[in-house]
């Protein structure tokens, strides 16, 4: 037995994930009857389960490794600091090289959106939450103690914990542990595809960024903290604003003084085809949320980075001054140097513009599959892409989650060796920044394949 458990046995793997593991976001009898693919390898776009069976990935596992598989660069350097210093923390009166010299690397990444500070965390969820936290805090510190609300989007997903739960505007996320934060609010997201209200994307995004001045005006400007969103939202449906929006959303929070947070925990280190997403719309966030392409899923890492304009509220001496926030792991030495080679490869190899490239590429043919008639919208900007599968066309019904049409879908491409992930009723694609064209052809032409097999009933 004890050989066994570590040996890695196909047979033992299947039987005792059955048995002994629940995993996130599906209900366990469903993870039962469909058990998950087991992955026990990775190189490059590719991906291989414990039988042996070698998928491209789509993917990029869940939106995050960014720079491909199995890099030697990243590995090497996990290896060398793992030879210096495996862990030690950076609370107080401590800190470690690796996290100096990311800290370091992230302000020059960030100069032009004129970030200075960073606290470190072990992924999106904690980076949204120190976030969070940290713009309540200036508030006090700024003596403006009543400013705690926090807007959002319908449709945003700002990771698992409670504050950042209570701020997803995805009913689905949270449901099962309501009640959430009392003091968050969502406004309608600029989705082009569903609105009530008009066909015209920059129409729209006066819309929704004038329903948040509505709102915050509402609710009392003194009383709002900070709104957050993601540049593009993604896992609430790949929802790309309009051009005008997030330059919108900044000027309303700057006339009616709330802190603008992005979340860039997907967008960020190149996905939309910029370094980061809030630079494709020409906004500086006052806080911004970073994790997963940071360094590509190779040791978990979240940060949270902010402008000089919420570091000077703590040039003073108050007994609200102490950050009383932080994970054992903030600044784990092994994830920043894992991180500082990643970005090494990201910056080298000019990730960003190839993500625009082959994203440019990837739209263009899943535009092919308007033919099919339960695809209702093809949309997505760089390597963040999806499909969005409808009953009928005309009605626009969502085809309701886990419905047997999608999961046969996304069985059909597994089968041809294309790793999709279907989440509600959208097809993702999200893979690594280093995909190429003759990726994308094997991707559409798995899907093109998979829909003309399945039959909607
Ligand atoms: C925009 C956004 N924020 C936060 C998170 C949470 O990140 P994590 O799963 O690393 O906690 C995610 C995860 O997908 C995300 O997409």
């Known amino acids: 037995m004890s050989s066994s458990i570590r040996s890695g046995d196909a047979n033992f793997v299947i039987e005792n994930n059955a048995r002994h593991v629940w995993h996130p976001m599906i209900d366990p009898k469903m993870s ?24 491209l990935d789509c993917t990029a596992s869940l939106w995050n490794v960014n720079v491909g598989h199995n890099r030697p660069e990243i590995k090497n350097a996990i290896i060398d600091q793992l030879d210096k210093l495996a862990y030690y923390n950076t609370f107080g009166n401590a800190s470690n090289p690796p996290s100096i010299a990311l800290s370091t690397m992230l302000a020059e990444m960030l100069e032009p959106e004129g970030m200075a500070r960073v606290i470190f965390s072990s992924g999106g969820s904690d980076a949204v939450e120190g976030a969070l936290k940290l713009s ?3 508030w006090k510190l700024v003596g403006k103690p009543e400013k705690t609300k926090f807007y959002s989007l319908k449709n945003a997903y700002h990771g698992v914990h409670f504050g950042g739960l209570s701020v997803s505007g995805g009913i ?23 609105n009530d209200w008009t066909e015209d994307h920059e129409e729209l995004g006066e819309i929704c960024a004038a ?3 509505r709102e915050i005006e509402h609710q009392g400007p003194d009383t709002v903290a900070a709104f ?9 449906g790949m929802i790309v604003p309009p051009a005008n929006f997030w330059p919108r959303i900044r000027e309303v929070c700057d006339r009616l003084d709330v802190l603008l947070i992005a979340d860039e925990v997907v967008t960020g280190f190149g996905r939309t085809g910029t370094m980061f997403g809030s630079r494709h719309w020409g906004v500086k966030p006052d806080i911004m949320c970073l994790a997963k392409g940071i360094n590509s899923g ?8 902010v402008n000089q304009r919420i570091v000077k509220a703590w040039d003073k001496d108050d007994p609200m001054a102490p950050i009383m926030h932080g994970y054992t792991y903030s600044g784990h030495p092994l994830a920043c140097a894992a991180a500082l080679a990643n970005l090494d490869i990201v910056i080298e190899e000019n990730l960003p513009a190839n993500a625009s490239d082959v994203g440019g590429y990837f739209i263009e043919r899943l535009n092919e599959l308007a033919q099919y008639p339960n695809v209702g919208d093809v949309r997505g900007v760089g390597l963040m892409l999806a499909v969005e599968f409808v009953k009928d066309r005309q009605t626009k019904e969502p085809i309701p989650a886990f419905d047997p049409y999608l999961m046969a879908i996304q069985s059909a491409c597994m089968e041809a060796n294309v790793w999709v992930r279907i989440q509600a009723n959208k097809m993702i694609f999200s893979p690594p920044l280093v995909f190429e064209n003759s990726h994308v052809d094997q991707a559409v032409e798995a899907v093109k394949h998979a829909l003309s097999t399945a039959e909607y009933v």
């Open 32 to 55: 039962a009857e469909n058990p998950p693919v087991i992955v026990s390898g990775s190189d490059g776009v590719h991906i291989t389960d414990v039988n042996g069976k070698e998928y």
């Open 172 to 194: 689905p996320w949270r449901r099962a542990f309501e009640p959430v934060l009392p003091g968050c609010f969502q406004i309608d997201s600029p989705y082009l595809y569903r």
């Open 136 to 138: 309540r805090q200036y």
């Open 211 to 213: 329903m948040l001045a």
């Open 228 to 236: 957050i969103a993601e540049p593009v939202q993604g896992a609430g």
């Open 298 to 305: 190779y040791v978990p890492l979240g940060a949270t980075v």
